[in-house]
Structure formats: structure tokens, C-alpha cells
């Protein structure tokens, strides 16, 4: 696996979080239509006319890309953890779960793993077996 692969299960999950947030804005908008304006001049292009019928395709649209990014999330996290659960150093498995499962941070990863390590030290490691993997 490359490093992109590896932090393929990160960005789905920070793109979900982000469409999320973004679905419940909509739903907010949704939920409280504008004050109508009271004018005598003719209805322009940009009217709440429509308006609650756009924000419900919206909706389902948004809706509807969450579902197939969770999808899409779930098979490369099962990709992820079959490559994970195939390196044989118990230490260098630890390092690739906590950074591309749980997304820690190289410090995070240190302080977790105990001992002498560092984040330098986890990060080298961590790189190590990706090259010596790219290298076979």
C-alpha cells in the first residue's frame, strides 16, 4: 500500500464529517423558510419560489453522496485493517492502526506506544516497513 492508500480511510472520514455538517445546514435552512418580502415589483429570478423544493433535492442529494462515501469508507477500512493485520512486528502494527485507523498524530502515537519512542521514532518506523514494503 502506498502512503496515499493509507490515508484514503482519513479523508473519507474528514469528506463525511465535512458533507454532514453541511446537511445539517441545509436541513436548518430548510427547517426556517425567509420572511416573504412585501413589494409591489414582479417576482425576480431568485424568489423563495422553488426555494423549498431545491433545498429538498439538495437534501437527498447530499444524502445520497454521504451514503456511498460511508460505503466507499468501509470496504478501504477493510483493505486497511487486512493490510495491517499482515505485518508481522506487533510494534509496527500498533503504529499503522493508530495513525491510519484511529488518526493520531506522530506524538500521540509515541506517548501510546510508551517506552523511549518518539514521534520521530514512530513516524521512521512507520516509513521503514512502507519502503521495505514498496521495495518487494
Known amino acids: 500500500m502506498t502512503k496515499k492508500e493509507l490515508s484514503q480511510c482519513y479523508?473519507?472520514?474528514?469528506?463525511?464529517?465535512?458533507?454532514?455538517e453541511r446537511l445539517e445546514r441545509l436541513r436548518a435552512e430548510?427547517?426556517?423558510?425567509?420572511?416573504?418580502?412585501?413589494?409591489?415589483?414582479?417576482?425576480?429570478?431568485?424568489?423563495?419560489e422553488g426555494r423549498t423544493e431545491r433545498l429538498a433535492?439538495?437534501?437527498?442529494?447530499?444524502?445520497?453522496?454521504?451514503?456511498?462515501?460511508?460505503?466507499?469508507?468501509?470496504?478501504?477500512?477493510?483493505?486497511?485493517e487486512r493490510f495491517i493485520a499482515d505485518i508481522e512486528d506487533s510494534m509496527t502494527r500498533q503504529i499503522f492502526e493508530y495513525?491510519?485507523?484511529?488518526?493520531?498524530?506522530?506524538?500521540?502515537?509515541?506517548?501510546r506506544m510508551?517506552?523511549?519512542?518518539?514521534?520521530?521514532?514512530?513516524?521512521?518506523?512507520h516509513d521503514r516497513y512502507l519502503k521495505k514494503f514498496s521495495d518487494t
Open 11 to 20: 479523508y473519507l472520514k474528514k469528506e463525511i464529517r465535512n458533507d454532514r
Open 30 to 48: 430548510a427547517k426556517y423558510p425567509p420572511t416573504p418580502k412585501l413589494s409591489d415589483e414582479p417576482p425576480g429570478p431568485h424568489t423563495n
Open 57 to 80: 433535492l439538495e437534501i437527498v442529494d447530499l444524502e445520497a453522496i454521504i451514503a456511498a462515501k460511508q460505503i466507499q469508507r468501509i470496504h478501504e477500512l477493510g483493505k486497511l
Open 99 to 111: 495513525r491510519h485507523v484511529d488518526g493520531m498524530r506522530w506524538s500521540e502515537i509515541a506517548t
Open 114 to 125: 510508551g517506552g523511549n519512542n518518539t514521534p520521530d521514532s514512530v513516524r521512521m518506523a
